[in-house]
C-alpha cells in the first residue's frame, strides 16, 4: 500500500532539523564543555529509551535527541554527572516513557527534567545565552513552522504577547532571549502543546505572559530559570485550554446547525 | 505545507492517458453489494438465465423493494452466496442483443413512487447514507441529499466532464430527489458556473462551491461542513452523474448504466478514462495497457480503494499499483526498534490538520478516535464522516489502513450501542 511521510520518526527528524541552527551556534560558542553536557544527557536518555524498548517493547524514537539537546542546553552549569544522571532519569522516565514513549506523554520530558534539576539544585546556577545563540531560535522557528512540525500558533501567540511586552520595557533583554530559545524548545513542542488552533495561540500567548509577569515580579530569578517554570505551568494548563476551545467549537457548532 | 486554504494535493506516479473516452462493456460482470456491507437477498434469476440490462437479478430478503439490477444484458453465470443468504456477487457474462430493461414512470410523480421506481430500477444502490454509511433503509427519509458533483481524490475523473450535454436531466434529477426529503439539497461543485440553473433544480436546492484540495470534495468532510448527520439525522449523498442518470430514468424509463470511470497508477502504460459500467472487470479493463510484471488492481482511488476484482458499486476510479514483493524478515534488533508495539501514536502537524480540511480539531478528533471515546468523537462529528473521508489522513500519517478501521469500528460500536 501506499503511505505518506509524516510518521512519528519523520516529525521527529524534522524537528531535530529545526533545532540544528540553534544546536550549532550553541555547540561553537560553548566548545568542548557543551559537548560533554550533550553527550551526556545523550547516553542516558538513549539508555532509557533502550530499557523501555526491551522491557515494555516500546519502540526509542529519535524525539529523544531533542529531550538530550534541550536539557544540555538549559540545564543548572556544573551539576556533576550524578544530578545530571537522576535528573535525566527523572524528567525521561516520569515525563515521558511511563505513558508509552513520544506522542502519548502529556507534559515534554526535557521540561519536566529542567524543573526538578531547579527546584532539587537551587544552589546551582543556571546558564547564560550569547546573542548569536538566542538569535538561532529564529531560523529554528522558521524551520519547525515551514515543515509544520511546530504549532505555528503557539509562537505566533508567544511573539505577539512578547513583543507587546518588550515594547512596554517589563522584558530584559536576556530574559527575552532565554524565553526565545526555551519557547522553541520546550513549548512549542507539537505533542504537549494544545492541540486545537484556538488552544494553541492561548498556549503561546500564556506562556508570554507568564514570563512577562515572572520577570517583573520574581527577584532574584535567573532568566532560564523564569522560562522553565513558564514552560512548565503553561504546558500544565495546555489540556484545560484545548477543553475550552473545544467547548466554544462544539457550542458555536450546536448554534449553527442545531447539532453537533 | 505553508499553505493557505485548507486541504492537501497528494502526488502519485501515473503515466499520461490520451483525451479519447471509449465505452466499454466487459465480457463479465458483478452484481455486489456496497462495499462492507453484508445484505440478506432473494436471488430472482437462475443461474444460466437471460437477463436485460437493467433487469432485477436479486432483492433484498425484508424489503423486496429494493432489487439489484444486471448492468448488462447477459447470462447469470455464477450466483454465490454467504452463510445466511448474504449476497457475495452475481457474475453475468455478455452475450450478444441489446435487450434493455424499461421502467414503468407513471407514477414517479408522488414521492412514494419515486421511491418504488428508484428502488425497482436498481439506483438506490448508488446511494449512500451517513452516519454509518451503507445504502438507505427502504423507508428512510433524509434529512438532506448531498449531490457531489466535485471529487477532489486523487486521479478522479472530473464531474463536470461527466454532465456535459445532460444539463437537462440532471436537472430533472435534482427536481427528483428534492421530493425525497423535506431538507435541503445541497449540490456541492467546483468553482466555475453553476453546474444548474438555480431555478431549474427546485426550490431547495443549495449550490455550494468547494475548493480545489483534497479533501474539500470529499463527501463527509462537505457533510461535516454543511449539514452535519446525526443519529437521527440522517443525510444521503449520490454522485451528480448518478443524479443525471436518474433524471435519464424519468425521462425514458430507462436507467443508462455507464459512469466516466478513469484509471490511472504507476503500474499503467498509458493511463485511460472511459465510459463503463458498475460492476465491470477490472482485468478486462486494464488488460491491455498494464505495465509488465505483478501488479495490484484496486477499485478506487489509491487513498481509499481496496483490492478487488469487480469495480465497486460506486467508485468512478480504477487504481492499478505494483506489488509489494515481501521482503526478507528484518533482523530481530531491527524489528524491535521499528516494528514493536504498533500503532504509533499521531503526532500533531500541519499536514495532519490539513489532512482533514481545517474543519475540525484534528488532534483531538484523533486522539478520541484512537482512545475509543465514542461520546468526545461524536461531538466532534464522526457521524458524518466514513472511511474514505479520513484516508488522506491515514495516508499522511504513514499508517495504512489504521484510522480507517478504528473509524469503521466506532462506527459499528455507536450504531450497536444507540440501536439498542
Known sequence: MIRGLWNRETVALMLLAAYLPLALFWLWLGGSEALGRLGLSVLVVAIWHLVFMLVRAQPPSLAALTTALAVAMLAPEDLGVLRMVLGITFGVVMGELVFGGWGRNVVNPATVTLSFLGFGFPAFAWPAFDDPTAWAAIPAALIGVATGTMPAPVLAGAVLVGAAAAAGGILPEPVLFAAGIALVLLVADPVTCAATTLGRWINGALYAALVALFATGWAGAAPVQIAVAAALLTSLAAPLLDEAALALWIANRRRRHGRT | MLSFGAGLTPEFPS????????????????????????????????????????????????????????????????????????????????????????????????????????????????????????????????????????????????????????????????????????????????????????????????????????????????????????????????????????????????????????????????????????????????????????????????????????????????????????????????????????????????????????????????????????????????????EEDVALADYVLSAPGQLTSTLRAMLERIRSEFAA
Not at chain 2, 91 to 109: M, N, Q, Y
Not at chain 2, 129 to 141: I, K, L, S
Not at chain 2, 187 to 210: E, F, M, N, S, W
Not at chain 2, 242 to 263: E, K
Request: hydrophobic share 40%.
Open chain 2, 15 to 386: 503515466p499520461a492517458g490520451n483525451s479519447h473516452i471509449d465505452e466499454v462493456f466487459t465480457e463479465e460482470a458483478a452484481v455486489r453489494p456496497p462495499v462492507g456491507h453484508a445484505l440478506h437477498v432473494t436471488p430472482l434469476a437462475q443461474e444460466g438465465e437471460l437477463v436485460a440490462q437493467g433487469a432485477a437479478v436479486a432483492c433484498l430478503r425484508h424489503a423486496p423493494d429494493v432489487c439489484f439490477t444486471a448492468p448488462l444484458a447477459g447470462r447469470v453465470a455464477r450466483i454465490t452466496l454467504l452463510p445466511g443468504r448474504k449476497l457475495s456477487e452475481i457474475v453475468l457474462f455478455r452475450e450478444p442483443g441489446d435487450a434493455v430493461e424499461r421502467h414503468d414512470t407513471g407514477r414517479a410523480s408522488t414521492p412514494a413512487g419515486l421511491r418504488r421506481l428508484m428502488q425497482g430500477a436498481g439506483l438506490w444502490p448508488w446511494l449512500r447514507r451517513r452516519p454509518f454509511g451503507g445504502m438507505p433503509a427502504h423507508g428512510e427519509t433524509p434529512a438532506a441529499i448531498l449531490v457531489m458533483a466535485t471529487d477532489t481524490r486523487p486521479f478522479a475523473p472530473d464531474p463536470r466532464h461527466t454532465l456535459q450535454g445532460r444539463e437537462e436531466d440532471f436537472a430533472r434529477g435534482l427536481r427528483a430527489l428534492a421530493q425525497l426529503t423535506e431538507g435541503p439539497v445541497i449540490l456541492c461543485q467546483q468553482g466555475g458556473a453553476p453546474l444548474v440553473d438555480p431555478g431549474a433544480g427546485g426550490d431547495r436546492l443549495r449550490i455550494v462551491t468547494r475548493g480545489a484540495r483534497h479533501p474539500q470534495g470529499s463527501t463527509g468532510i462537505c457533510v461535516h461542513q454543511l449539514f452535519p448527520a446525526g443519529l437521527e439525522v440522517p443525510v444521503w449523498d449520490i454522485h451528480a452523474e448518478d443524479t443525471a442518470a436518474l433524471g435519464a430514468l424519468l425521462a425514458t424509463g430507462v436507467l443508462p448504466m455507464t459512469r466516466l470511470v478513469q484509471i490511472a497508477g504507476s503500474a499503467l502504460r498509458e493511463a485511460r478514462t472511459l465510459r463503463t459500467h458498475p460492476g465491470a472487470d477490472l482485468r478486462q479493463l486494464t488488460q491491455r495497457i498494464a505495465a509488465p510484471g505483478p501488479h495490484v488492481l484496486m477499485s478506487g482511488s489509491p487513498l481509499d480503494g481496496h483490492t478487488a476484482q469487480w469495480l465497486a458499486p460506486r467508485h468512478r476510479q480504477v487504481t492499478v499499483l505494483p506489488r509489494e514483493i515481501a521482503g526478507r524478515k528484518p533482523h530481530w534488533l531491527v524489528a524491535a526498534l521499528t516494528q514493536s508495539a504498533s500503532p504509533k501514536p499521531a503526532i500533531p502537524t500541519a499536514g495532519l490538520n490539513q489532512a482533514f480540511g481545517a474543519v475540525l480539531p484534528a488532534v483531538p478528533f484523533i486522539r478520541a478516535l484512537s482512545a475509543g471515546d465514542d461520546e468526545t468523537a461524536m461531538k466532534l462529528g464522526v457521524l458524518s464522516l466514513l
